[in-house]
């Protein structure tokens, strides 16, 4: 199978030319943090997770919204999804080897990993989240690679991968959960320590993921190597504008309890969040940016006419994944050490040295999707023939 | 043991007391030999060790003394005033220390009081919880809150899960930065988690915290076993207004202050109150 | 799989190659020259041996450094009898070096040959090593 990724036009391999560089200066970047320690990084005693943390808790989402288009495929029987499932779960893949690599370049002992295995430890959930993220990565391969063989042989794919595809289907639930109560089990920090962070965890990933699906689809359409079909995209561009309502509608769950309780140690976070504390303002601009491209996005979404437009769609798409990714890529991890635990603002901001690495693991993972789809998509294409 | 212990503290106590303190207490702290093959005093055991820090008695000096003693001692390095600081025991202002207290309407020369802060072995502490290796964990025996260098793969969810801020990661290689390295305790490496221990390693060798003895004369820390209701610190919790960091996150800090208390002869006097 | 015995060629090459260090000491006659280790134990009585046979010690100390610092620093279990009834107490900078104080002739000198690279004295400090370390300064 994989001998199609080695055939291509000279765009596709300028494309693979031009991620690999990306990679291999992340992976130049990792090696000076692996010698001299985080001290490259903008981290601090006070603010102690940062960007890579925020990547791969935004990156948990992506992997989860796969579940967007298997669930109404495998239990509505929802047709028109049928050949997007496994773009999905190519997806989920390259999201979860993502989330992997983040935790990966966050740890101080990166020589200590199996200690996470070798000296399992049920009571934290980091634990959990490691299993499940783990579990989701195999399920998702598994699923992938069963029903793509069988697609390629025209026979039905074999019955016991259903049980399978459906317990894949909590499963992803699952791993937005358990990375959402990483945050919000600790009393330490009043800003997670809300019964509201999963379900906005996954409210926010239900319209990340599948608008980065809708701009992938988009982008095959018109590379011309991959028409999802008008009623797919239209069923996608559904699921993006509900979950973005939820999601927007959560959040101002979080604000109305934050604000009209007046609970001062609650209330601070939002003040940094959205109107600076103690004079730093740094998360301000993004913020109201974030909130703004919500609420463009969610105008675009719910007008019949310019959901249905390809063009509005994708930017409506496009607007919905960087308000997401702001949201959670940026203020969610931060704001919680801000103000620290003994109430002072101690900026953050990452390094050159730290946005590179994370460059390179947002390369391994376009390259993986890459490979993945030119794999699946070529062998469409030999079939059709 | 029990009473062996407490004469140790009783003598030790005495001692401070007078103004022989300084040979006095050398005399006790200094084993036999540095490098004996065994444990040469009796180790000093608890069920629940506890500090009673007094803030009335917190003067520059004393503060500096402590902290001076533990930083040394436990070969912490220097990088104060950069992002990467490692604090075992620090001073914050009282204000600042009891931040949530909103502390509006006290004496100003109280809210600046340097108060010292250290690792507060909490009875539930949520640091040991989130520890995904084990590498810190609570010792049941005794309820001290311990690192496991050995076992740290430098997650610094133990960091983010800790309320007081009492937990330091070694963002970069901390030898450089050690202007004495003391042989008889390790350093630490780039990449973990570090922290107060309540001297456990003194403790097994009979000898009390770092801190507390360079601090003795003053009796500005009290540290003992608050099972007993004889120790020194159970004495004190009893007898003085004794404040803890934090205590509505059910954590049961077991640092606990006393601050400046109103006495009994200039309080009014209420008849028993039956409602 | 037509192709499959071209891959068996390819990969039994390959085990050739990658064994060249085993074939060399085989057509050599025996295995290459041993590091040369020094013990400077003074000559105190009852501090002949180390606290197992040498032929246990050799095999097997990074598993017993392993025990002992679980047991010293989670348990609190801090000495150690071995199998003569004298005790120690567990400490590799207190007890290991004491006999081995020349960590450079005898750890090192092995460690090198080895190529491991244990990070014990990342943290534990060698007093001898201070003086050229930073220590003192």
């Known amino acids: 199978m994989i001998e199609h990724a080695l055939h291509g036009d000279r765009r596709y391999w300028s494309w693979i030319v031009i991620l690999l560089a990306i990679i291999g200066a992340g992976t130049v970047a990792w090696f000076r943090q692996f010698q001299l320690g985080l001290t490259v990084t903008g981290l601090s005693r006070d603010v102690s997770w940062g960007f890579y943390i925020a990547q791969f808790t935004f990156l948990v989402g992506v992997a989860a919204s796969a579940v967007m288009v298997v669930l109404p495929y495998y239990l509505h029987d929802y047709k028109q999804f049928g050949r997007l499932t496994v773009l999905g779960e190519f997806l989920a893949i390259a999201a979860c080897v993502m989330c992997a690599a983040f935790i990966f370049v966050d740890m101080g002992m990166p020589i200590r990993l199996m200690n996470m295995f070798i000296y399992a430890s049920p009571h934290s959930i980091m634990f959990w989240d490691t299993v499940v993220l783990l579990g989701y990565l195999l399920l998702n391969i598994v699923i992938s690679r069963v029903t793509f063989s069988a697609e390629k042989k025209g026979v039905p794919p074999p019955s016991w991968i259903k049980p399978v595809i459906i317990i894949s289907i909590p499963w992803a639930i699952s ?9 919000s089990g600790l009393a330490a920090r009043p800003f997670w320590l809300s019964a509201i962070i999963a379900p906005r965890f996954l409210a926010s990933a239900f319209s990340s993921g599948p608008a980065l699906l809708i701009l992938l689809v988009l982008l095959l359409r018109k590379v011309g190597m991959f028409d999802a079909g008008r009623r797919a995209i239209r069923g996608l561009a559904t699921i993006v504008m509900y979950a973005l309502a939820i999601n927007v509608f959560f959040i101002l769950m979080e604000l109305f309890t934050a604000i009209y309780s007046g609970e001062p140690e609650h209330l601070a976070h939002f003040r940094f969040l959205y109107f600076g504390l103690d004079g730093n303002t740094t998360m301000v601009p993004w913020m109201w940016i974030s909130s703004l491209l919500a609420v463009v ?7 019949p006419n310019t959901r249905n437009n390809y063009r509005w769609l994708a930017w409506a798409s496009a607007f919905v994944f960087v308000s997401i990714w702001i949201d959670k890529g940026l203020g969610m991890v931060v704001t919680g050490f801000t103000p620290s635990v003994l109430g002072e603002v101690v900026p953050y901001s990452p390094t050159v040295n730290e946005l590179v690495i994370s460059l390179g693991i947002y390369g391994i993972g376009a390259l993986l999707i890459t490979v993945l789809y030119k794999v699946a998509l070529s062998i469409r294409a030999l079939m059709a023939e | 043991m029990i009473i062996d212990r407490r004469n140790f503290v009783r003598v030790a106590g005495l001692g401070a007391l007078g103004a022989a303190a300084a040979p006095a207490s050398t005399l006790l702290a200094e084993p036999a030999a540095s490098r004996a093959k065994t444990a040469s005093a009796k180790p000093l055991t608890a069920k629940r060790w506890a500090m009673v820090v007094d803030t009335r008695k917190a003067t520059e000096e004393n503060v500096r003394a402590a902290i001076d003693a533990c930083h040394r001692e436990h070969n912490v390095p220097d990088l104060h005033g950069t992002k990467d600081e490692i604090k075992w025991i620090w001073a914050e202002s009282f204000e600042h220390a009891f931040h949530e207290q909103d502390l509006h309407y006290i004496p100003s020369a109280m809210k600046q009081a340097p108060t010292l802060l250290l690792c507060n072995h909490c009875d539930d502490p949520p640091c040991t919880q989130v520890c995904p290796t084990g590498a810190t964990f609570k010792r049941e025996r005794d309820g001290i809150v311990m690192m496991d260098w050995h076992r740290c793969i430098g997650c610094r969810y133990c960091i983010v899960a800790c309320p007081y801020g ?16 003391d042989p008889e305790y390790p350093t630490r490496m780039r990449g973990v988690v570090e922290k107060c221990t309540f001297c456990e390693e003194r403790l097994a060798r009979g000898r009390e915290p770092a801190c507390v003895e360079a601090t003795k004369a003053s009796g500005m820390m009290v540290f003992g076993d608050l099972e007993d209701p004889d120790s020194e610190v159970s004495r004190a919790v009893r007898a003085h207004f004794c404040i803890r960091r934090k205590p509505g996150l059910g954590t049961q800090p077991e640092v606990y202050y006393i601050v400046p208390e109103v006495k009994t002869r200039d309080r009014p006097q209420f008849p028993p109150f039956e409602p | 799989m037509r192709d499959l015995p071209k891959i068996i060629i390819g990969l039994a090459i390959f085990v050739i190659i990658v064994a060249i260090p085993l074939w060399y000491n085989l057509a050599g006659g025996g295995a290459g020259a041993m590091p040369e280790l020094v013990v400077e134990t003074e000559d105190v009585p009852g501090r002949d041996e180390c606290v197992l046979p040498a032929g246990r010690m050799r095999p097997e100390h990074m ?3 392993n025990r002992w610092r679980d047991e010293y620093v989670r348990y609190g279990d801090r000495d150690f009898t071995d199998h003569r009834g004298r005790t120690f107490e567990k400490s590799l900078t207190k007890t290991c070096l004491d006999c ?7 750890c090192d000198r092995c460690h090198n040959y080895m190529a491991v690279d244990p990070y014990c004295w990342d943290c534990h400090v060698v007093p001898e090593e201070l003086a050229g370390r930073g220590g003192r300064r």
């Open chain 1, 297 to 303: 996005s969610l105008v675009l979404l719910f007008n």
């Open chain 1, 175 to 183: 791993i937005h959960t358990v990375t959402a109560f990483l945050y």
């Open chain 3, 100 to 106: 081995h104080a020349n960590k450079d002739t005898f």
């Open chain 3, 63 to 65: 598993d017993l450094l």
């Open chain 2, 166 to 181: 009492s937990r330091s990661f070694n963002f970069r290689d901390p030898r450089a930065h050690i202007a004495e390295i």
